[in-house]
């Protein structure tokens, strides 16, 4: 793992953006997967800053989304269709029909969670994986205890996460309680995974995520395994961190080849 602290949200935000617009601009097919919540909206916000005033193009970018909530129709407020639209798809040249969300209302669950897979797969796999992380340690939705080998299939979210996602629907028992999200593996296929942190509240599942043990009873953990794992946090999520001055030392004396 490669862990980067950055002084605050904004600076690790931009440093993702620029990170996600170099692959754009060297691939010309990138395929990149969206994680959606309060943690990529800065990072959102700076990709369609440079889509707007640097020409950044999507137009020959597939994307694939983490997760949905069952049984919200798509149009719905809160739903990651929706969020995705509002904050970035809307204001980027990215076409529609390159556009990849799990079906929330599929009439038939595990079939479409399969589809989804074969879909990533026939684009040729996720180049970039964009992830938060859950004060659990949750990843996607893949929630503690999850299967470290799962795929695309329908999770129950726990009481902290449905309180924790409350705020966009106007309380906690008004969350669906069930959610399709990729699985652990098919998270540790993706060829890059981008981990963005910001907050105080972040700061233990940061630590037990980096530093603890593998387990599933902390999913996000499972990316120790991982060959290419970013993890772009800012001071107050890394502040449970044992070995913080050591990433910073590794960071500050990095090759500028090597920087992302
Ligand atoms: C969202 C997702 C989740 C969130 C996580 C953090 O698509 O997959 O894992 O990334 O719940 O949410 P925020 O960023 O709202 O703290």
């Known amino acids: 793992m490669e862990i980067i602290i950055q002084p605050d949200a904004e600076a690790a935000s ?25 943690t990529p909206l800065p990072l959102y916000r700076e ?12 137009d020959r970018v597939t994307s694939f989304n983490l997760d949905e ?14 969020y995705m639209w509002t904050h970035l798809f809307g204001q ?32 040729g796999g996720i180049d970039l994986q964009i992830l938060g992380i859950g004060t659990d340690g949750h990843i996607g939705f893949n929630e503690p205890t999850s299967s470290l080998v799962s795929r695309t299939r329908i999770k129950t979210l726990t009481a902290r996460t449905r309180r924790d996602n409350a705020g966009a629907f106007g309380g906690e028992d ?9 699985g652990l593996a098919t998270i540790m296929e993706c060829r890059t995974c981008l981990l963005l942190a910001f907050g105080a509240p972040k700061a233990a599942a940061v630590a037990l995520a980096v530093e603890g043990p593998v387990t599933a009873t902390v999913p996000a953990s499972i990316l120790q395994f991982h060959r290419r794992t970013i993890v772009l946090i800012d001071e107050e999520a890394s502040s449970k961190l044992l070995r913080g001055e050591y990433y910073r030392y590794v960071y500050e004396h990095k090759p500028d080849w090597q920087k992302i």
């Open 174 to 182: 008004k969350v669906p309680p069930h959610v399709i999200t990729m």
């Open 69 to 82: 909530y069952v049984g919200l129709n798509p149009a719905h407020p809160a739903s990651f269709r929706t």
């Open 92 to 123: 980027i040249n990215i076409v529609p029909e390159h556009v990849h969300i799990p079906d929330g209302l599929a009439p038939n669950i595990p079939i479409s969670c399969e589809k989804y897979e074969d879909e990533i797969q026939a684009a």
């Open 14 to 38: 931009r440093l993702a953006a620029r990170f996600i617009a170099k692959l754009i601009r060297e691939k010309s097919r990138a395929v990149l997967g969206f994680a959606t919540g309060q």
């Open 47 to 58: 990709l369609c800053r440079l889509h707007r005033e640097e020409k950044l193009d999507f």
